[in-house]
């Protein structure tokens, strides 16, 4: 197993930028394809990004692409989330998961078998 600790949330302005961190500890993580996903209360978990743990393919959902990047150093067991140009839309709590191998319907979070315990990034003046 692989434990999951996501810290770097926070408040920030519209157009600001933050950097979520998701610190493995456990197994190797290098064993792992890692994932970034956000939910709003009320809503379902949504899939923000993912990134493959050898060849460091990255995956994201269309409101991502071009905002943030997704990033892993395995040497020190951590996958970054870089998020610029925030908008209120994007407050939200993020959440990092982790998978052998990433799913082929990788953007579905019941197909993700470890999980942090989330970090709130609030996006407002």
């Known amino acids: 197993q692989v434990q999951l600790v996501e810290s770097g949330g926070g408040l920030v302005q519209p157009g600001g930028s933050l950097r979520l961190s998701c610190a493995a500890s456990g197994r190797s993580f290098n064993n792992y394809d890692m994932a970034w996903f956000r939910q709003v209360p009320g809503k379902e978990r949504e899939f923000v990004a993912a990134?493959?743990?050898?060849?460091?393919?990255?995956y994201y959902v269309d409101s991502a692409k071009g905002r943030f990047t997704v990033s892993r150093d395995n040497a020190k067991n951590t996958v970054y989330l870089q998020m610029n140009s925030l908008q209120p839309e994007d407050t939200a709590v993020y959440y990092c998961?982790?998978?052998?191998?990433?799913?082929?319907?990788?953007?579905?979070?019941?197909?993700?078998?470890?999980w942090g315990q989330g970090t709130q990034v609030t996006v407002s003046a």
């Open positions: 990134i493959t743990r050898i060849s460091f393919t990255t």
């Open positions: 998961a982790g998978n052998a191998d990433i799913p082929n319907n990788y953007y579905k979070p019941l197909l993700w078998d470890y």
